[in-house]
T-cell receptor, first 115, second 112 residues
Framework: GAVVSQHPSWVICKSGTSVKIECRSLDFQATTMFWYRQFPKQSLMLMATSNEGSKATYEQGVEKDKFLINHASLTLSTLTVTSAHPEDSSFYIC???????????FGPGTRLLVL | QKEVEQDPGPLSVPEGAIVSLNCTYSNSAFQYFMWYRQYSRKGPELLMYTYSSGNKEDGRFTAQVDKSSKYISLFIRDSQPSDSATYLCAMSLTSSASKIIFGSGTRLSIRP
């Protein structure tokens, strides 16, 4: 159990367009979901934390109007990169945790390339 | 100074060797300590999870936490080529289901 999926696995878009990435917990209800960004050969940096039905909490330096997060249900969270620019190209990874457990389960990641 | 320091490597060892991976940290309030394995272009996979100081063993993997020295280690016995990956140490204040601070990762290569 505790499988997290992401869609799409990779995406290429033009500068100025918006891209939506989905994160789903397939076999459990995720009370909290996390969004991370990872640049090549660097570690995961937390962007925001979202609880189902609540507004996301963004880390310092992360623009909430640029990275829109929606956690509409206990199994789905979406990250929308608005007006994407080449510097937004990165590996975006979500994780999910369920109430009563001590673990975050990570998705396989989405590679975004903005041309 | 970063909250969590980890040597990026790369570290290359022959198959069958014992591998030692380490991290240091600055925040003495960290209570939960984790090691993740990440293959190229994949999400991290939880390997070991430890609360507070002490040792924990799972198969070929042993995690050690020394809170007095702010130092954690992961040992891999009888290393296999399939262990080649990037290993990330991570820690959090309240639980591993809360905000996690990751190390930069150590790239490990096991030579057949």
């Amino acid at each position: 159990g505790a499988v997290v999926s992401q869609h799409p696995s990779w995406v290429i878009c033009k500068s100025g367009t918006s891209v939506k990435i989905e994160c789903r917990s397939l076999d459990f209800q995720a009370t909290t979901m996390f969004w991370y960004r990872q640049f090549p050969k660097q570690s995961l940096m937390l962007m925001a934390t979202s609880n189902e039905g609540s507004k996301a909490t963004y880390e310092q330096g992360v623009e909430k109007d640029k990275f829109l997060i929606n956690h509409a249900s206990l199994t789905l969270s979406t990250l929308t990169v608005t007006s994407a620019h080449p510097e937004d190209s990165s590996f975006y990874i979500c994780s999910a945790s369920r109430r009563g457990t001590e673990t975050q389960y990570f998705g396989p990641g989405t590679r975004l390339l903005v041309l | 100074q970063k909250e969590v320091e980890q040597d990026p490597g790369p570290l290359s060892v022959p198959e069958g060797a014992i591998v030692s991976l380490n991290c240091t940290y600055s925040n003495s309030a960290f209570q939960y300590f984790m090691w993740y394995r990440q293959y190229s272009r994949k999400g991290p996979e939880l390997l070991m999870y430890t609360y507070s100081s002490g040792n924990k063993e799972d198969g070929r993997f042993t995690a050690q936490v020394d809170k007095s020295s702010k130092y954690i280690s992961l040992f891999i016995r009888d290393s296999q080529p399939s262990d080649s990956a990037t290993y990330l140490c991570a820690m959090s204040l309240t639980s591993s289901a809360s905000k996690i601070i990751f190390g930069s990762g150590t790239r490990l290569s096991i030579r057949p």
